[in-house]
Every structure is written in structure tokens, then in C-alpha cells.
């Protein structure tokens, strides 16, 4: 900074047209959600809005394609599959990283591994799975999907936490009668609330953004996830206006915004975990 | 601290321990034996969905399968129509663009306002705005540029700033501008993680090591090219390692904008296995592509994942 203050300008002018040109989508959808089809027709796409019709069209998006099902199926497809991933990658962690069982870095690496394939490596025999099995087009077939993805991250990243939490506390807990879950529960689980809570973000973000598997192991806008519901929105079919999709676009978001604000720091958290998984 | 528990956290000293403590030899096996059981969810899980799934793609890619009438066994048969299908240079080319223009796009704008936005005022204001885009996720960065692409979108600014050829031009319609499109696109969602990954990684270098530099006089380009580059070297690999795997597995926005057309011209492998499989029902086509993709992501992925393992090792 100490290097002349014309440059340091220099730099904050181009930062601030980069930064503009980023907001600018963003500025477009949200002027655009809010306008009635007829304003968005007849006047160019960047004039503001004439008339403020944001929610009406929120309220159309959200019952049309199913899009409001879909967001509710998110929620709870994201909420029970990340919760469920982290309580069975934690069993799982502790199993290998406390507990030591033997072939433990084997029994890791398979878990750790299934995941690294191409996704587009498992949509066909997992469609063919859940037909057989009854689980196509069903909540529940989404929710052990959903928690199966997100065990193998959860696992790695719990399993590194565990070693570093010292050995006398679980032994003090076993010398007073303590059973290894027991241990588990009230001394390892506390100590990784926070690692759990940025797990449970990113699973959620995770899952909620998946359009792949929502429209592989699912058809009924009853059980679609709400990517895939987003996308039916602006489908050739049933297409809605441009201000409706804008609007469904902004439902769809809505989540992952609140998360980002709302807990920042936690991605910032999760985001070196992810580089550090490298 | 390390010094005093190291030796007690091995296996054997806790077993020992509670030996003393007063458990027999068959109480220790057996609860040996019952330390597998914490790990049978998770193994349920990954091996019966995706180690399954990975033998059996392999497998129903030798297959006529159509998920309809019971698949034969048809040898190399999908692999050697791949090699003839006029389809197959489009996703490749696709799919090598992709990857490319990840790693230079996004990583290397990240890179920039990384170095350009860290320790600068206002870096809070900078890294939300352009961590925006990714945060919203990539179906609604799809159906966002779909409408500012479509006419009604661009077009029409283009039209009132005078700008009659641009104004005509069809982005998502025509070859190869739609896939340029969708890759700006992509950059504008992914710019802002690929920067923040930055941002963990120049946190973790030193700063007495830069300023020390700074004091000797490193200042700009030099500064960058003999300290916070090398410095920031590892960070980079993971970064373009994640970008690679990412780009060739590129589906969602593709599938919200353009679903790999018009005919097939902006598809790539991913959205093609997709369409095989899940639209014409050639699901033991889709599996070969789905394999061969694989070949690729793994051979991209390897020096990465060497590694990796290495590290998760110790």
C-alpha cells in the first residue's frame, strides 16, 4: 500500500468493475422475478420493474412443477441425509482411527474410494437397483442415496479429528465402565460439534444442489428433489414465463443463501477441509 | 502433550490397560470382534451402492441392455460403435475444451483476485460478492444464463447499445459459441471457490517470509513469481486437480441450458451417458461411455490421488 496511492486506485477501479460485472446476473434475476410477464414483454430486460410482482410469481413458481414439493423434499432429504452420513461415518471413524480394528486403513480406503469415480459411473446400475428393490421414485430411496454419498467424505474428515483428541480421555471413560459407543457419544461427539456442524453444511449444500440423482432415481414431482423441479420449471413443456423461472430460480437459492450468510465462517471452515482432503 | 499420550493411544497399551483392569482374554475378543460392527453401516452403504455400482456399470457396458428385454452379453460390441460413432470427436473435443478452460478460466481469475483482493480493505465486500455465484449453486446459474442468453436476454442489451451483429448473435444455438457460453458461465459460478481456496491457501504462508521479502525489496511481478507463487504451489495442484475432475464430469449446467444441443453439438461425456442411458435407453452404451469418461477422470486424477493417499496415510 505504501507503493503510491494511484496504483492502490488503479487496482480498487479494476476490483470494482470486476465486482460489478459479477453482480450484475445477479441484479438482472432479481429485477426480473419481480415483474408481471406483460411489463417483462414489452419493456427491455434491464429497465426496472413498472410494477412489483416478485411475490405473486414466487407464489406461481412455487406451485407449479412441483417446485414447492421440491423444496420441501430438499429439506428433508438434506437435513436426514447429512444427519444419517455423519452418525454412520463416525461409527465408522471411530472404529478405525480409536479403536485401531485391524485392516483398518484397508476398510478406509474402500470407503474412501467409492466415491472418487465419476458419478456418471453409478446412475445406471442404481437405477436399475432401485427398481428392482421398489425404491424408485420413493423418498426414502433418495434419502439412502443422499446419506450413502456423503459417508465416505464424512469419514475422512471425521477420522482425522479423532486422532487428534487424547487417548486418556476415552480410557478414563473405559476405566469407569464406559462401553466404546458410550465413549463415542458423550466424550468424542461433543468435542466435534463443530466439525459435524461444518460436515452437516456442506453435505446439505451438497445434496441440495444435486440435479443428477433426482432425475435418475426419481419421476413423480411428488418425491423430485428441488433441482429437478427447477429444471421442469423452465422445461419445454409446461415451461413458465421467464419473471416465474427467474422467481423459482430465487426460491431454489434461497436456502444456500441464508446458509452462506448465516455461517460464513463455517465455509470457510469446510472449504480448507475440502483442500486439505487433497 | 504428544510425548505423554502417543504411547498410551496405540492399540496394544489400551488393551493391555484394560487387561489390568480386570478383563479376561474372551471379553477382549469379543469386544474386538465387536469393533467391526462400527464399521459395517458405513461398508453397507459405499460397497453395496457404489463399489456395486462400478462392477456393474463395467459389466452392463459389455451388455445390449436396454431396461427392457433381458441384456446379453455382447463383448467389446458398445465400445467398438463408440469408436464409429460420429458423436464421439464432438465429446471428446467438448469435453477436452471444458477441461481446459476450467483450469485457465476460473482457477487463474481466482489466482488474481485472490492475490489482488487479500489484505486489501474491503476484502469481506470482494469475497461475497464473488463467492455470490457459486453459493446459489449450478442449476440456478444455469436457468439464470439461459434466460440472459436467450433473446430476450443479451440480445436485446446489445440492440439499444447499437451493437447490431452481436445483437443477432444466437449464444446457446450456435457452434461452438454455445459451449464458450456455458463455459463463461461456469467461470462466473466457480471463480469465487477457486478464490477462496486461494485465499486458505495464501492464509497458511507465512507472513514474516513475505515480508521479509517485501523488506528486500520483492514488490509486483517479482514478488509474485519467486515468493507467494511457489509458496502457494500446492494449493494450486489441489485446486487444478479438483477443476480437472470437476470439468470432465461437467453435467448440471449443461443439462439446465442447452441438454447437450442442438444435436448433441455442445455435449459432452457426461450429459452423454446421460442421454444414452436415461433417453434412448441404450443403457449399455451410456455404461461404456460412463467407463471410458471414467479412464479419463482417473488418468487426469492420478498423481492427485498418489498423493493424497500418501498423506492419508501418515
Known amino acids: 500500500m505504501k507503493t503510491g496511492s494511484a496504483k492502490g486506485t488503479g487496482i480498487y477501479v479494476c476490483l470494482a468493475l470486476a465486482a460489478f460485472l459479477w453482480v450484475l446476473p445477479v441484479w438482472w434475476t432479481l429485477i426480473n422475478a419481480d415483474k408481471s410477464s406483460s411489463d417483462f414483454f414489452s419493456h427491455p430486460f434491464y429497465d426496472i420493474p413498472r410494477e412489483f410482482d416478485l411475490l405473486s410469481n414466487i407464489a406461481t413458481a412455487w406451485s407449479a412443477a412441483g417446485l414447492g414439493t421440491g423444496f420441501v423434499n430438499s429439506l428433508i432429504y438434506g437435513v436426514t441425509g447429512a444427519a444419517a452420513s455423519i452418525i454412520i461415518a463416525s461409527l465408522a471413524a471411530y472404529a478405525i482411527s480409536v479403536l485401531r480394528v485391524r485392516g483398518g486403513f484397508i476398510i478406509f480406503l474402500v470407503i474412501f474410494s467409492g466415491t472418487v469415480f465419476p458419478l456418471q459411473m453409478y446412475i445406471v446400475p442404481l437405477f436399475k437397483m432401485y427398481n428392482s428393490l421398489g425404491l424408485y421414485d420413493s423418498r426414502l430411496g433418495l434419502i439412502l442415496f443422499y446419506t450413502a454419498i456423503s459417508v465416505p467424505f464424512c469419514t475422512l474428515v471425521l477420522r482425522g479429528f479423532y486422532t487428534t483428541v487424547p487417548g486418556e480421555l476415552r480410557e478414563a471413560a473405559l476405566v469407569e465402565g464406559a462401553t466404546e459407543v458410550r465413549v463415542l457419544r458423550s466424550v468424542y461427539a461433543p468435542l466435534s460439534v463443530s466439525a459435524c456442524l461444518v460436515l452437516f453444511l456442506f453435505q446439505f449444500t451438497w445434496i441440495w444442489n444435486d440435479l443428477l440423482f433426482g432425475i435418475v432415481l426419481t419421476s413423480s414431482s411428488s418425491v423430485r428433489p428441488v433441482m429437478a423441479s427447477l429444471t421442469s420449471l423452465m422445461g419445454v413443456y409446461g415451461g413458465s414465463s421467464l419473471p416465474v423461472q427467474l422467481a423459482g430460480a430465487l426460491i431454489a437459492a434461497s436456502p444456500m443463501l441464508v446458509l452462506f450468510f448465516g455461517f460464513r465462517r463455517f465455509f470457510t471452515e469446510g472449504l480448507s477441509l475440502v483442500a486439505r482432503r487433497g | ?314
Open chain 2, 1 to 314: 502433550m504428544s510425548a505423554l499420550t502417543t504411547p498410551v493411544r496405540s492399540a496394544g497399551t489400551v488393551f493391555s490397560l484394560s487387561a489390568s483392569v480386570g478383563n479376561g482374554p474372551s471379553i477382549r475378543s469379543r469386544r474386538r470382534l465387536g469393533t467391526y460392527l462400527f464399521v459395517v453401516p458405513a461398508l453397507v452403504f459405499v460397497v453395496g451402492m457404489f463399489w456395486y455400482s462400478i462392477v456393474m456399470t463395467v459389466w452392463i457396458s459389455l451388455t445390449n441392455s436396454n431396461g427392457l428385454t433381458s441384456a446379453k452379453f455382447v463383448g467389446l460390441a458398445n465400445y467398438n460403435a463408440m469408436l464409429h460413432d460420429p458423436e464421439l470427436l464432438t465429446n471428446i473435443y467438448n469435453t477436452l475444451i471444458w477441461a481446459i478452460a476450467m483450469i485457465i478460466l476460473p482457477v487463474g481469475l481466482g489466482l488474481l483476485a485472490a492475490i489482488t483482493v487479500h489484505r486489501r480493505r474491503g476484502r469481506s465486500i470482494f469475497q461475497t460478492v464473488f463467492y455470490l455465484p457459486y453459493a446459489i449453486g449450478f442449476v440456478t446459474t444455469g436457468v439464470i444464463w439461459s434466460f440472459l442468453l436467450g433473446t430476450s436476454g443479451f440480445p436485446e442489451l446489445f440492440q439499444a447499445l447499437g451493437l447490431r451483429s452481436l445483437a443477432q448473435v444466437q449464444w446457446l444455438n450456435s457452434v461452438p459459441l454455445n459451449t464458450y457460453s456455458m463455459i463463461v458461465a461456469s467461470t462466473w459460478q466457480t471463480m469465487g471457490v477457486d478464490m477462496l481456496l486461494f485465499f486458505v491457501g495464501l492464509d497458511t504462508v507465512d507472513r514474516q517470509v513475505i515480508e521479509a521479502a517485501s523488506l528486500d525489496g520483492a514488490v509486483g511481478w517479482r514478488m509474485f513469481r519467486h515468493m507467494t507463487w511457489p509458496l502457494l504451489s500446492a494449493m494450486t495442484r489441489v485446486i487444478i486437480a479438483i477443476s480437472i475432475v470437476n470439468a470432465l464430469q461437467a453435467f448440471n449446467l449443461i443439462w439446465v441450458m442447452t441438454q447437450g444441443g442442438p444435436y448433441g453439438s455442445s455435449s459432452t461425456f457426461a450429459v452423454w451417458t446421460y442421454q444414452q442411458s436415461f433417453q434412448y435407453y441404450k443403457m449399455g452404451y451410456g455404461a461404456a461411455i460412463a467407463v471410458v469418461l471414467t479412464v479419463f477422470v482417473l488418468l487426469a486424477s492420478v498423481g492427485y490421488l498418489r498423493r493424497s493417499l500418501r498423506e492419508v496415510r501418515t
